[in-house]
């Protein structure tokens, strides 16, 4: 397998021989097109002289048909083989295309194989770790909140807390209404008499002013 990688000729031979292939595979399509031709000449030659009653004739025509046809088996065999070894030939540039270009990722992953040796990994990935524990340990120290460390007097605030309570009663026992103030029944309807005769008299005046302006 080494000729496939040491001679850079191998493409341009390959290419050479498939051209001079094809050529010789035209060539003898082009002379079975011309054999068929005589064949077809000596079919029509023997059907005109059988016609004319010349059998003679027409059985030397038969026998050039079949010279012609024995020609045209050989020059399709040969054809067979000449159009067999062009098609190997392209599926083996093929191939060498192929096993060159997979030879070349092999040597490209040797060559980043080597920069990821498997210690270089196992480092890489310790420090992912510790920059990751380090990153959480800086989210938990800013997440703790500011001042959760001062001590406070309890019974002092227990203390304060007494003393705003006595202050919020003494404030709802200020602000309390005034128990209401009995008044006897006869009062209520003398005051009511006084509140409609009053409202009589303010009447009687509207009513007068309202003639006085009508008069006028």
Do not use: C
């Not at 510790?130 to 703790?144: C, F, G, H, R, V």
């Not at 007097?153 to 006595?166: C, Q």
């Amino acid at each position: 397998m080494s000729w496939l990688f040491g001679k850079p000729r191998a493409q341009t031979v390959a290419k050479e021989s498939i051209t001079k292939l094809k050529e010789s595979s035209l060539i003898l399509e082009k002379r079975e097109n011309y054999l068929q031709t005589q064949i077809d000449k000596e079919v029509k030659s023997a059907k005109a002289h059988l016609a004319k009653n010349n059998k003679r004739k027409a059985l030397e025509a038969l026998k050039r048909k079949k010279q012609w046809e024995e020609q045209i088996n050989k020059l399709a065999n040969t054809r067979l083989n000449v159009d067999t070894l062009l098609m190997t030939i392209e599926n083996s540039k093929v191939d060498l295309e192929t096993v060159k270009v997979m030879k070349q990722g092999a040597e490209a992953m040797k060559v980043m194989q080597s920069e990821m040796k498997i210690e270089k990994v196992e480092d890489a990935m310790d420090d992912v770790r510790d920059q990751m524990a380090n990153a959480q340990t800086i989210s938990e120290a800013l997440s703790e909140p500011i001042g959760s460390g001062v001590d406070f007097d309890e019974d002092e605030l227990l203390k304060e807390l007494e003393e705003f309570e006595s202050e919020l009663i003494d404030s709802q026992l200020g602000d309390a209404i005034a128990p209401p103030v009995f008044i006897p029944q006869h009062e209520q309807v003398h005051s009511s008499s006084m509140k409609n005769s009053t409202t009589d008299e303010k009447e009687q005046e509207e009513f007068a002013q309202l003639q006085a302006e009508l008069a006028m």
